[in-house]
Structures are given as structure tokens and as C-alpha cells.
């Protein structure tokens, strides 16, 4: 079970003072990959909510396709790898109270970029206008993958990629091996000796979100993978 912080951890405080809010999200989106009555039973849980009280310009949220099809469009997960300080800078300004979650400055320069980019993920989610802000920035910048742009996550031969060769399972029986793999294409992974010492320091929703961010803009690390 990915979900090993149950073993440490006896409720959410315990676990978000371990691990961090990001790597809850993760977890659980593993676990949904598999596990059809947990999708039923958080659809039925989330049902009771009226999430636009929250919420801002939903449509352009990551929740919707207006929202996926702008970060796709201006590639924003590349804009949040080559200037991390301008994108702090812009969530700094922008004005809501799901931003809780955004840890300081010093912590993600502690923790690396991996845990940075879940979290303005998981602001993208429900606020609309701050996939806008960062689509505003990155229209000024000309952020090219290279060659083979086709086989990457932002494409639909790419994604196709990725799940007729099973690579979320992949990754989930075999971290290390994938982990020595990716980490020929990253220089966040070079850092770390090997995928147990990551783990300790991250744990394993960090790492599949790290290999599923690397998957959008590197062809070469989803056909290795493949």
C-alpha cells in the first residue's frame, strides 16, 4: 500500500507534520488509479460541498479543460522549472485563503523543487485566476521542449504512451529502478544517491509527481520509461 504513512501517522495532523499536504494529494491520487470504491466513496464524501464558495473563475482552473488546455498551451510546468522566483513572486500576489498551503520561500529552497511545483499544482486546481496570472507571464517567453515534442505528456501520443505501458505501475513496484532511469534526465534526482534516500527525504507521492512533471516536457525520459 503507498499509503504507508497509516502505519506512522494516526490522523491527518500527524501525517501533513511528516510529510506536507502536497504528498497527501499524491497519495491519493495513486490510490484512485487502482482503487474504484475510494474514487466512489471521496465523490460521495464531496458531494455535501459547494466547492465555488472557494473557488475563483473555475473555468480556468486545472479542475476544467479551459484551465489544463492554458497550462498545456504556454507549457507553465516550464515556466515554474526555469523561474521559480518570478512564480513565487506572482502566487504572492494573488489573494486567497486556499493559499495556505504555500510554504515560505526557505522551505522550498530546503525541500527542492519538487514539493514547489505539487503545491501550485494544487493551487491551479481551484483558482482560476492564478492559471491565468502564470499564462499572462509565460506568454512572454518562448518555452521550447526540443525534438520529439509529440512523445511528451502535453501530447496525446504521449499520454497514450504512458498508459499503454502501465508506467504509473511502474513506478509503483519498481521506484528504484524508474529512479535510476529518470535521473539521467533531472538534475533535482542527480542530487540524491539513490531513489531510498529521496524517499526518506520526500517520499513517494513527491517522486511520481517529480517523474509525471519530467514526462510533460522530456521525450526521451517517457520513451525510456516505455
Not at 56 to 80: F, V
Not at 113 to 126: N, Q
Request: aromatic share 18%; charged share 25%.
Amino acid at each position: 500500500n503507498i499509503f504507508h504513512a497509516n502505519n506512522i501517522c494516526g490522523d491527518y495532523e500527524s501525517y501533513e507534520r511528516h510529510f506536507g499536504f502536497a504528498s497527501l494529494y499524491d497519495d491519493i491520487l495513486m490510490l484512485s488509479y487502482e482503487d474504484g470504491d475510494l474514487v466512489k466513496a471521496l465523490c460521495d464524501y464531496a458531494s455535501k460541498f459547494d466547492y465555488h464558495l472557494y473557488g475563483r473563475n473555475e473555468e480556468c482552473t486545472l479542475a476544467n479543460y479551459t484551465g489544463t488546455k492554458l497550462w498545456n498551451d504556454c507549457k507553465l510546468h516550464e515556466l515554474i522549472r526555469l523561474y521559480p522566483d518570478n512564480v513565487y513572486e506572482i502566487i504572492l500576489r494573488q489573494s486567497n485563503s486556499s493559499y495556505s498551503v504555500l510554504r515560505s520561500k526557505e522551505a522550498y529552497e530546503h525541500y527542492g523543487f519538487g514539493p514547489f511545483y505539487e503545491d501550485i499544482c494544487m493551487l491551479s486546481c481551484c483558482d482560476g485566476e492564478l492559471v491565468k496570472a502564470l499564462y499572462d507571464y509565460a506568454s512572454k517567453f518562448n518555452l521550447l521542449y526540443g525534438e520529439n515534442e509529440e512523445y511528451t505528456l502535453a501530447n496525446d501520443t504521449g499520454f497514450k504512451l504512458w498508459t499503454d505501458c502501465k508506467i504509473h505501475e511502474l513506478i509503483r513496484l519498481h521506484p528504484d529502478k524508474v529512479y535510476e532511469i529518470a535521473k539521467e534526465y533531472s538534475n533535482i534526482l542527480q542530487s540524491y544517491g539513490d531513489y531510498k534516500e529521496y524517499e526518506m527525504n520526500f517520499g513517494f507521492g513527491s517522486f511520481y509527481e517529480e517523474i509525471f512533471r519530467l514526462s510533460y516536457s522530456d521525450p526521451c525520459l517517457l520513451q525510456a520509461l516505455c
